[in-house]
């Protein structure tokens, strides 16, 4: 008997790629003369515009570059440059209908002197999540075969995008001024629910400024919440997000009489991300004929789910390098902007990196900056099926505890989600095979494997469920495995 399969086809939002692009970005910074090296450099990255268009990705935003130097008097001076980048990364099936989020971060910073003017070359990274229309055809019923209907729950990905403020006044006691300022945040929390995503998460700002005529850093943890509205979001559920500092201010006012300083930091957040919806359609999640062979294609979907955001709080400590060595005439100042470079392992739940930060270190009455890279390894526990999406940094001091022997020590905020694959399975095409010509007989034994199903069971023996379910008397399925199906054909 031919089959007359019945389709449906539906269309819906999925995650099409992930790609990353980097770009170079120079900033020239010329301070005068009489500045003999860079203490610090600060480069902070604020994302502007994402668009696809055909084949590519237009990206781009401003990079702020914050210098400190040491001055002719031996005491630090700053200059501050930015520069506007654009850049692209291409794809064959990027389309202008599509929706793309970028997450900007500078990898690594050099500094080179040209004449009496400094080059800072930032390479900047993109990390780019593609998301578009997709369809999907599944059968819902079929004459000439036997299909097993049964409603299957179907997951669509659902975006969203917005910007909140973050502010905070508080004092620097004993600052004389404030050299400059480096802030980066993690989300701690993403709820969806009553058409709106709540986000929570912190700010860590690391300052360097100045005290009793010397460099000194001080650190703040801010937290911030944002409330982003979202038509989708009415199931409350678990939302993976992405905020990112896209304009940052830092202004202190200092009372020398009364030796206070007070600082307000305020910025702009750029927050994006996703969540999972699902709805049940009534589709065939197998199929078979009684008198031969189908052509059957199953179709699965795994896509991700965000389930939970873990959050971990780690201290690190150790032996660290320190770049050119300062030997025990130095005195070590300011540890400042600090970062981590790490790899997650989701099979042994271990975080491996180094933590980078620049120390400022004084030498025979001058001031000098340079680099130092802690390793760490972090098991963190209950972090199955977690994805470490945020790494930020505080609280690093260096101490020198022999000649050429440094060690250092610093505080982890970690940020995971837990995501896990909501797989679900249906027939997207259906056809007959070849023809039975094997003459039927009069009895077939079904010998029953550990967890049989009913439906495995009639599809072993090419009879529909009602028939083998009235062969089978009074089993309960799944079957164990010791049973024997008995069927019993009548003579034409």
């Not at 028939?467 to 199906?485: D, Y």
Request: charged share 25%; hydrophobic share 40%; proline share 4%.
């Amino acid at each position: 008997m031919p089959i007359k399969a019945g389709y449906q086809t539906e269309t819906y939002l999925k995650k099409l790629a992930e790609v990353t692009s980097q770009s170079v970005v120079e900033c020239r910074f010329s301070p005068g003369d009489g500045v003999s090296e860079l203490l610090a450099v600060c480069p902070q990255v604020c994302p502007a515009v994402c668009e696809a268009a055909s084949g590519r990705i237009n990206y781009g935003g401003r990079l702020v570059c914050t210098a400190v130097f040491a001055g002719t008097d031996g005491r630090p001076g700053r200059v501050q440059k930015g520069a506007e980048f654009t850049h692209y990364a291409e794809g064959e099936n990027f389309a202008p209908a599509q929706t793309a989020f970028c997450r900007l971060c500078c990898e690594r910073v050099t500094v080179r002197r040209e004449g009496s003017a400094f080059v800072v070359s930032a390479v900047i990274a993109a990390h780019i999540s593609v998301y578009g229309g997709a369809e999907r055809t599944f059968v819902t019923s079929a004459e000439g075969a036997v299909c097993d209907v049964q409603p299957i729950k179907m997951l669509s990905a659902v975006t969203f995008s917005g910007e909140s403020e973050a502010e905070d006044d508080f004092e620097a006691a004993g600052a004389e001024d404030i050299l400059m300022h480096d802030a980066r945040c993690v989300v701690t929390d993403c709820r969806c629910g009553a058409g709106e995503i709540s986000v929570s998460g912190e700010i860590f700002l690391s300052l360097l400024a100045v005290r009793g005529r010397e460099p000194v850093t001080l650190d703040r943890v801010i937290p911030f919440s944002a409330e982003i509205l979202c038509d989708e979001a009415v199931t409350p559920c678990r939302a993976a997000c992405c905020c990112q500092i896209a304009e940052s201010a830092l202004n202190a006012r200092v009372d020398e009489e009364r030796g206070r300083c007070t600082v307000n930091f305020s910025a702009r957040l750029k927050l994006f991300g996703e969540f999972a919806v699902g709805h049940e359609a009534v589709c065939a999640a197998d199929a078979f004929r009684t008198d031969g062979t189908a052509d059957v294609d199953i179709c699965t979907e795994a896509p991700l789910s965000c389930d939970d955001i873990k959050v971990w709080s780690e201290r690190v400590s150790g032996a660290c390098s320190v770049a050119g060595s300062p030997d025990y005439g130095c005195s070590f100042k300011a540890a400042v902007l600090p970062s981590a470079e790490c790899t997650w392992s989701a099979d042994t739940c271990v975080l491996e990196g180094a933590v980078n930060a620049t120390l400022i270190y004084a030498k025979d009455g001058e001031l000098h900056g340079t680099g130092v890279t802690l390793p760490f390894s972090v098991p963190l526990t209950g972090a199955e099926n977690a994805v470490v999406t945020g790494v930020a940094v505080n609280g690093v001091s260096v101490r020198q505890r022999a000649e050429g022997e440094y060690e250092a020590e610093a505080v982890l905020r970690i940020t995971a989600a837990v995501c896990t694959p909501k797989e679900c399975s249906y027939v997207c095409r259906l056809e007959e095979g070849e023809e039975d010509k094997s003459e039927p007989c009069a009895i077939s034994v079904l010998v029953a494997e550990p967890g049989e199903t009913l439906w495995s069971a009639a599809k072993r023996l090419k009879l529909t469920p009602e028939r083998v379910r009235e062969a089978c008397g009074g089993m309960t399925f799944p079957l164990v495995g010791t049973e024997r199906i008995l069927v019993y054909r009548k003579k034409q």
